[in-house]
């Protein structure tokens, strides 16, 4: 690929604001979570991105597997994250965040 | 401008606009579906970056897994809808200010060259990012690592189960 790498980190570097902007402006818990997976993707991104201005060389891949590592993290989150959504639905009955901001139950 | 150059600002485009659709969007399926689409045309660029065995993992693990279960539980809870009015007034312009200020921050490290990157690509090496290399590389030097993430991965799903486990039914 013949694009420059500043192109491919400026857009990494959007994303990843456009994540934080989710994050403060949305109150849906559900949708403040993607906008935490968009953030993760930015980042991985930027990652494959440096991976890739180490080539040639194999041991760049080890971008990839560090990417790797955060795709297996991130669903182990979503998993525990989603669950945790959801026993706050069953006692407030509601995900915005505004209405549950005491932490007793 | 090169073939490659296009695609990129293609898929850029599609991604950044995806990403802004799932934020301004006031359903949740309607965010999950166009984060869907963001993470495909991300995929896509690693493709560019010669990351297939990443791209395959980003659609089948992201796309697919991730996505089904937001969707899923968005569905569970009939949550699509909620969105009160916001209690305070001046949250939008002050994440936006930040959001700004973030971006500047940005620009100045890739474009002041704090950082030092860019520079012209060179061609990469036989089988770079092919399954059967990231693989070897996987295997013969982060054969641990990779096993601590499968016991991360048992005690996320045991750790789920029992969050939403229903506590009225053990007591019966």
Excluded: C
Excluded at chain 2, 121 to 128: A, C, D, N, P, S
């Amino acid at each position: 690929m013949n694009v420059p790498m500043d192109y491919v980190l400026a857009l990494s570097g959007i994303l990843f604001v456009l994540g934080v902007l989710g994050v403060l402006v949305r109150r849906n818990a559900i949708v403040i979570f993607m906008s935490i997976e968009l953030m993760l993707n930015s980042a991985n991104l930027a990652l494959i991105a440096f991976a890739r201005a180490m080539a040639p060389g194999i041991e760049a891949q080890r971008g990839h597997v560090l990417v790797f590592f955060v795709i297996a993290v991130a669903a182990a989150e979503v998993a525990v994250g989603l669950a945790l959504i959801v026993a706050i639905f069953k006692t407030k009955q509601s995900i915005d965040v505004d209405q549950v901001s005491s932490l007793q139950g | 401008m090169t073939i490659d150059l296009i695609l990129f600002f293609g898929i850029a485009t599609i991604a950044v606009i995806s990403a802004i659709s799932m934020l301004v969007s006031r359903n949740a399926v309607y965010s999950a579906l166009f984060l869907v689409l963001n993470f495909v045309a991300i995929a896509s660029l690693y493709l560019l970056l010669n990351a297939a065995f990443i791209a395959m993992v980003q659609v089948t693990v992201y796309a697919g897994a991730i996505m089904v279960l937001f969707l899923f539980v968005i569905m569970l809870l009939g949550a699509e809808k909620v969105e009160t009015s916001p209690s305070l007034p001046w949250q939008m312009p002050v994440a936006i200010l930040l959001g700004l200020v973030l971006i500047a921050e940005f620009a100045y490290v890739l474009f002041g060259r704090v950082a030092q990157v860019g520079g012209e690509l060179v061609g990469v090496g036989e089988g770079f990012g092919s399954p059967a290399s990231v693989g070897r590389t996987l295997f013969d030097q982060y054969l641990v690592p990779f096993e601590v993430t499968s016991i991360l991965l048992l005690v996320a799903m045991v750790g789920a189960i029992v969050l939403t486990r229903d506590d009225r039914k053990e007591s019966r």
